[in-house]
């Protein structure tokens, strides 16, 4: 059976490939302590699940219009006009299955053979991918952790060509964390209007900062940006719900139209259950959005105390998300846990798995060697455990 080339080329998910490792592992029997996934450990706040319920007993289990219900539609605009200031119609609005899906949508909607795509390095797996499979090229800017992870305005300039097509900014990142202060932000968004480009403000954790960190949503900060940005957000992370699979882009309604288009062939609807219960996440009681916030906060706290005393690491304090990125690349070609000895990120993931059974993502996935992921959507018991482990594996 002949596979096509695109798909071919296509790496698999290498957040979803760690996280099968260590599944592997642990249906061996071993206690394994897991900090690759993306996705809060808590249960979806119980107003949200009963939204969820009543919509199945009222009969909504049919299908929706594909680019979602207007309600929700609705309810996507209140919120951001509620949160930040901005108003947007529902014809501005396309919900999908989760954000991924939204992202696809919209790459496929406005990218082709030899358009360029500008993506900060390092970034969320998911993104050259997409890329890629348009056609389009990936145009990867490196930051640094000197920068905490931040593409400055003239870098961003400096990579605009005449095929420019987008640019991809993920505002607060996985896999960093990082939070870009407002001026900064403020700056790129000078550039795409003066350089009159689309930028692609994947803001799906912006409801996760930290003290000292301000988030600001991409379209708010200059006049002439709202009609060059697509948000992409959903209700994965900030209320718990990433097994719901809902998404959204917000955008030029002539934009958001090709990615209706486009989802109506590929997928019939959001499904209609979780589309009401997300209503009831954005309209209803926000205070578990805080509550949630504030437990991250303190595992945040105690990560970055312990990535302090790690021998040899170095890193760039996260302001949003729940991520900690660091830098191993001082133990490479020397003896660890096990005896082990790994020139690179994957392979340092790898033995640190097997010798202390810590479940950690190459940083070689994200476009920054020499680094690796850690999740801190995890209780602090695992969080003490599994730190205790990395300690031990690289003082041996």
């Known amino acids: 059976m ?117 993506i900060p390095t390092p970034y969320w797996v998911s993104y050259s991918a997409l890329v890629e499979l348009t056609g389009a090229t990936p145009v990867m800017v490196d930051t640094t952790e000197e920068s905490g992870f931040c593409m400055s305005a003239d870098q961003f300039a400096s990579a605009i060509t005449d095929k420019t097509r987008l640019m991809m900014l993920n505002n607060p990142c ?22 009159d480009v689309l930028v692609m403000s994947d803001e799906i954790y912006e409801k996760l900062i930290y003290e000292g960190s301000e988030f600001r949503s991409l379209p708010t900060l200059r006049e002439g940006m709202r009609e060059r940005t697509v948000v992409v957000s959903g209700v994965s992370k900030a209320y718990a719900m990433t097994g719901w699979r809902i998404g959204w882009a917000m955008g030029p ?31 209803g009681p926000q205070e578990c959005v805080e509550e949630m916030r504030k437990e ?14 790690l021998p040899e690491v170095t890193f760039a304090e996260p302001g949003g998300a729940f991520y900690a990125f660091f830098n191993v690349a001082a133990h490479f070609g020397r003896p660890l846990g096990g005896g082990k000895v790994v020139d690179n990120a994957s392979d340092f993931c790898t033995a640190l798995l097997e010798e202390a059974h810590v479940a950690l993502v190459t940083g070689d996935a994200f476009g920054a060697p020499g680094y690796v992921r850690l999740s801190f959507a995890t209780d602090l018991e695992t969080l003490k455990a599994g730190f205790d482990r990395l300690e031990a594996f690289l003082s041996a």
């Not at 899906?101 to 909607?109: E, F, M, R, Y």
């Not at 991250?296 to 005393?309: C, D, N, Q, S």
């Open 2 to 118: 002949k596979i096509s080339a695109s798909i071919r080329s296509l790496k698999p998910s290498a957040t979803i490939a760690a996280a099968a490792k260590a599944k592997e592992l642990k249906n061996k029997g071993v206690k394994v302590y897991e900090f690759t996934l993306g996705e809060p450990d808590f249960t979806t706040p119980q107003h949200i699940q009963d939204a969820a319920i009543a919509a199945m007993q009222a009969g909504h289990t049919h299908y929706t219009p594909s680019g979602g219900i207007a309600e929700l539609k609705q309810a996507i605009c209140s919120a951001y006009e509620r949160d930040h200031g901005l108003q947007y119609q529902p014809s501005e609005v396309l919900v999908s299955n989760g954000a991924k899906h939204s992202i696809h949508n919209l790459l496929t909607a406005t990218c082709e053979p030899g358009d360029e795509v500008i």
């Open 174 to 195: 996985n896999p960093t964390g990082a939070a870009y202060p407002v001026e900064a932000l403020e700056a790129i968004a000078q550039v795409a209007v003066e350089r």
């Open 253 to 283: 309604a002539e934009v958001i139209k090709a990615m209706d288009k486009l989802q109506s062939q590929e997928t019939s609807n959001p499904c209609s259950i979780s589309q009401y219960a997300a209503i009831e996440a954005l309209n």
């Open 296 to 309: 991250f906060a303190v595992r945040r706290e105690y990560v970055l105390e312990r990535l302090r005393a």
